[in-house]
Every structure is written in structure tokens, then in C-alpha cells.
């Protein structure tokens, strides 16, 4: 260890330094505050011993000077001085010195003070190799976050583009999708697949949980009811002529239960609302396995909520899912929703619930297509006090402009 011995008195140096050097330290002298900055530019003394009191820069002076100069490694300075009165002690403190020594100095007080000056160094090194480790462990945590989240934003992008449209006009409706992760990516999923000659399947999903994981389901189940593989599609059945129908979504549901339940080894379950419309009549057959219910918002601007509930899928094997109708007219509008809507925190505390959404959407009863989504959202924000929601918000809606049934005449 490198000791600094600074005293304009050649003979208080000497005996210092003595002392010092026979207890094994390596020492340095200065008669100066000068001359010991000099000293400190091209060595890195451990322990400073410096008098107060000397000519030109005095020890206080030389204190704050090599504070601002010391580097990484700490040292630690110990002021040599006659003066004990509490201001001119705190002013030292301020000034950056750890210690005092009364002069003339007793060898065995000095002993005793570098030895407290050895095991303060001591643990300042440990602190600094830990403060070092920790610092490294945060950039490698940094770059892994980096890389993380990178990942996430291409699963991101992945997840979207499961629904690669959010509209599609149909000869007799129009068709909106809504795909909205509380995160980087949901366990949401919406789409729409043919169903037959004039018919129109829909699925809405929400997988329990977020994350990862709940959107790794959502990728597996969205190949149980694709648009494009058909024959893959737990929710049709192949026709002798080739073509395929809806089967009815009560039955799909259940075999899809048993497929998670035997061919998925997680955790995760999910609701589900599975319907297959006749674009024609406006007819609708509806499969609801705890979804919220369907809505039905009447060209006069009237709202319905109706269903059946049910049980979500992927809990229990060899349960029953029911299936119930509905009926569009011309004019009319379905609308699925996940609980992310429903379940929208508001600034009181309380949940919007099924009353709140339809006091939403009588409000957005002039806008149609992907602008009634727009529109929804932002009324979500404006009404939870949130940018973003604690959960995935999804849906669907199909606008009906087709003939189909005439609407029933109003009871006078």
C-alpha cells in the first residue's frame, strides 16, 4: 500500500515516514500541497497523510484539489492538525478528508487510524468489483432485454398478421376486425373463413393468461379454424362433392375441447364464440363457449344481448356446448367483443359491463365499418383515464345490408 506523506516540516516527514516504513507500507513524500499534486498526476496513493497548516496550498486546499482529481480508485485522506474545534473539523469534512490526527502525531492513534483507513479501502474494492459485476450483469441484461424485445415486436407483427385483413365487404354485408394486445403480443384472435355456398363462419378467441404463451395458443388454434386449409378446419365438414358446410358450432366446440384437451399440454383455456351466418336470409347459427355475449345493435339503434354462456374450452372433457339462433335484418349489426371491453377498468374502479357497452355503442350508432372500432377505442380511453389496457381488447362485426327475412311490423 502507497502512503503520501505531505508536511512542510522535513523532520515531521521523517518521522512519519518512519513509522510507515516499518510497518511494511510504501511511502511517498512532499513538502507541499504542490508538490503532491504533482506526486498525484502520475501515482495513485492509497492513504494521503497531509498537515493542515502549511505555506502556499494548505491541506484543506490540497484536499479538495486531489478529490477532483482522484479517479475510480478511492484514497483515504487523513488531515494532520492541532485545531479540534466542531466548525474548522466540519469544514475538512466538507473539504473531502475522512479522518484527523491531533499533532504532535502518537504512533500507535496513527497505527490505529490507517488501520481503519485498510478496511475501509477494503470494502470500497469490494464495492467497486461488485458495483462493477452488477453494472456488467445490467448490460448483458440490457442487450437480452434488446434482443427480447425485438423478438417480440416481429411476434408482433406475426400475431397481426393472423388477421391479415380488418375489413371485407361481402355482396351482402360488410365485414370489421379488431385485434388489439394489452402487450407486445395477446392471447385475442378474430377471423372468418367460407363456410359454403352464401354462408359466412366468424370465431372470436380469448385465451386465458397473456404473453407469450397465451399467443404461441392462438397461433395453434387459429390452424384449427383456417381460412385457407379447409379440410384443416374443425369447424366444417367436407361435402361428397368436395365443397364444405358449417357443421354446427355447438358440435365444433366440443370437438375442439377434446383436441386441446388431449393434443395441447398446457394450462391455458379459452373462450370462444363460433357462429356461421346465412348471408342470404341474415340467419345465424351461434356456438358460445364463455364468451360475452354476441350483440345485436338494430338499425333503429336498439341494442340485444343474448346467449348462452357456457363453459370455456380446454377445462373440462366430454362437456356439452349449446348453440341458440339469431336473426339479422337489413340494417342490423353483429357485434362480438372480448371482456377486454366489457371489462374495461373505469376511473372510479368499476368494470364499463354489459349496460356500459351498450350505452357506448348507442352512441356510436352513426359510425359503421373499421370507424365504429376506431370510434370504440377511443371512447374506452376517454372513459378509463388509460392509453393502454390492462387486457387484449377484440372483435368483430358484420353489418348486414342484405334482403333476408322482412323485419317483423311493430306492435302498435
Known sequence: MLVLVVDDSRLQRKILSSSLKRWGFEVMEAD??????????????????????????SGIDFCKAFR??????????????????????????????????????????????????????????????????ITETLDELQRLYDSLDGDLLEAKKLQQSLVPERFRSFPSGDLSLLLRSSGHVGG???????????????????????????????????????ATALDQN???????????????????????????????????????????????????????????????QRKCGKI????????PVGLISGVGFSQFELQLYPGDRLVILSDGVTECPLEGGEFLGEEGLETVLAKLHAATGPGLFDS?????????????????????????????????????
Request: hydrophobic content about 40%; proline content about 4%.
Open 32 to 57: 507541499s500541497g504542490e508538490m503532491a499534486m504533482e506526486i498525484c498526476r502520475t501515482h495513485s496513493p492509497e492513504v494521503v497523510l497531509s498537515d493542515w497548516m502549511m505555506p502556499g496550498m
Open 68 to 133: 477532483e482529481l482522484s479517479g475510480e480508485a478511492y484514497s483515504y485522506f487523513i488531515l494532520l492538525t492541532s485545531k479540534s474545534e466542531k466548525n474548522e473539523v466540519a469544514e475538512g469534512l466538507d473539504a473531502g478528508a475522512d479522518d484527523f490526527l491531533t499533532k504532535p502525531v502518537d504512533g500507535n492513534e496513527l497505527r490505529a487510524r490507517i488501520t481503519a483507513g485498510e478496511r475501509i479501502l477494503e470494502m470500497q474494492r469490494e464495492l467497486t468489483i461488485k458495483n462493477k459485476v
Open 188 to 226: 385475442d384472435l378474430v377471423g372468418f373463413y367460407p363456410a359454403g355456398e352464401g354462408h359466412l363462419g366468424l370465431f372470436a378467441i380469448d385465451v386465458s393468461g397473456h404473453g407469450i404463451s397465451s399467443a404461441l395458443m392462438t397461433a395453434r388454434l387459429a390452424g384449427y379454424l383456417s
Open 234 to 296: 374443425v369447424a366444417l365438414e367436407k361435402l361428397t362433392d368436395g365443397t364444405f358446410r358449417s357443421r354446427p358450432p355447438g358440435e365444433a366446440i366440443a370437438t375442439l375441447n377434446e383436441m386441446v384437451l388431449d393434443e395441447m399440454e398446457t394450462e391455458h383455456y379459452f373462450t370462444l364464440m363460433l357462429a356461421d351466418i346465412d348471408l342470404i336470409t341474415g340467419k345465424m347459427l351461434v356456438g358460445q363457449a364463455g364468451h360475452p355475449h354476441p350483440v345485436i
Open 304 to 311: 340485444e344481448q343474448e346467449g348462452t354462456g357456457g363453459f
Open 376 to 412: 370504440l377505442m377511443q371512447s374506452l380511453t376517454e372513459i378509463s383515464g388509460l392509453e393502454e389496457f390492462p387486457d387484449d381488447v377484440s372483435g368483430l362485426m358484420f353489418e348486414f345490408s342484405g334482403q333476408g327475412h322482412s323485419r317483423p311490423a311493430q306492435k302498435k
